[in-house]
């Protein structure tokens, strides 16, 4: 067996647009609105496997726009890639999909975020970047919690049912 086999590939396949939604549910009254808009964002990654060595990632983003108590617009906007990920090893794969995905995606998101938010009448968004690797500790943080959450309140059962 050759040792070329065994090379760790990393490819990007494709980019696409997966989902896009806009809503203005208080168009057209919201443009005569004086106040600038408080934004919230939330923002989340995903991945699933396609096929042997082929995974698709994700980022999702909801930018949602607030006048006072009405909603200006809400933009859901869902990024793809497919990716050829071949010969990595397993502990490098997870922060590859978590982190370098997202990195790679998050771009064209925002730029389709931007242009569908100006398209709406308002004026772009330009989201932040994000560093997806304190992304992706945080995210390793919360489900360590989660976890060790669980394991306590099963010890505790566990406890009363040994006594």
Do not use: W
Request: aromatic share 6%; charged share 20%; net charge negative.
């Amino acid at each position: 067996m050759s040792d070329q086999n065994l090379q760790p590939i990393f490819q990007i396949q494709r980019v696409y647009l997966k989902d896009l939604s806009l809503e203005q549910p208080n168009s057209p009254a919201i443009f005569l609105e004086q106040d600038a808009p408080s934004i919230e964002v939330t923002l989340d990654v995903g991945a699933e496997p396609l096929a042997e060595g082929i995974v698709e990632a994700t980022v999702t983003v909801t930018v949602t726009a607030k006048v006072k108590d009405k909603v200006a617009f809400l933009v859901e906007a869902k990024q793809a890639g497919i990716f050829e990920a071949r010969n990595i090893p397993q502990d490098q794969m997870d922060p590859l999909l978590g982190i370098g995905c997202p990195n790679i995606i998050y771009p064209y998101l925002r730029s389709n975020v931007a242009d569908a938010i100006s398209r709406a009448g308002f004026p772009p968004i330009h989201l932040t970047e994000i560093n997806f690797e304190a992304f992706y500790q945080q995210r390793l943080a919360n489900m360590a919690e989660q976890a060790k959450l669980a394991a306590e309140a099963g010890n505790t059962d566990a406890a009363a049912t040994t006594h």
